[in-house]
């Protein structure tokens, strides 16, 4: 099983290497994750977006980054990726969708007030 987690990664790598489009960032991602090197899947994704410029590509690579970093217990950085996403302009679904996981974090960091907010703001823009 590692040989195998190994060479998808390397696989997945080489993608990267040769597109370097958000789609192969997000399969490096999750091959790395998968073979728990999280620390160099959430590098791909900051990587990734540094050369992103459409809100939806952005949201993606943002959502996927923040939760491996909600996984690797950097629940304010992962919070600022999904904040950056609600200050973006995408489509309502989307941003409901990011103020969902807002809440999830907040709760995790017994912010219940702010976790509230951000499901209520998510209600409004799921109407």
Same mark, same amino acid.
Request: proline share 2%; glycine share 4%; hydrophobic share 45%.
């Given at each position: 099983?590692?040989? *195998?987690?190994?060479?998808?990664?390397?696989?997945?790598?080489?993608?990267?290497? %040769?597109?370097? *489009?958000?789609? /192969?960032? $997000?399969?490096? %991602? &999750? &091959?790395?994750?998968?073979?728990?090197?999280?620390?160099?899947?959430?590098?791909?994704?900051? /990587? %990734?977006?540094?050369?992103?410029? /459409?809100?939806? #590509?952005? +949201?993606?690579?943002?959502?996927?980054?923040?939760?491996?970093?909600?996984?690797?217990?950097?629940?304010?950085?992962?919070?600022?990726?999904?904040? #950056?996403?609600?200050?973006?302009?995408?489509? $309502?679904?989307?941003? +409901?969708?990011?103020?969902?996981?807002?809440?999830?974090?907040?709760?995790?960091? #017994?912010?219940?007030?702010?976790?509230?907010?951000?499901?209520?703001?998510?209600?409004?823009?799921?109407?």
């Amino acid at each position: 099983r590692a040989g *195998d987690l190994a060479r998808a990664a390397s696989e997945a790598k080489a993608a990267y290497d %040769a597109w370097g *489009d958000a789609d /192969s960032a $997000r399969a490096l %991602a &999750a &091959a790395l994750s998968e073979a728990g090197q999280d620390e160099e899947a959430i590098h791909a994704l900051q /990587s %990734a977006l540094a050369g992103a410029e /459409s809100p939806a #590509e952005r +949201a993606v690579l943002l959502t996927e980054l923040s939760d491996l970093q909600r996984r690797a217990g950097d629940l304010e950085a992962a919070r600022d990726s999904l904040v #950056e996403i609600t200050d973006s302009v995408v489509p $309502r679904r989307v941003a +409901a969708r990011a103020h969902r996981r807002l809440a999830n974090i907040e709760d995790d960091l #017994e912010n219940t007030n702010q976790a509230e907010w951000h499901r209520r703001r998510a209600d409004r823009l799921s109407e």
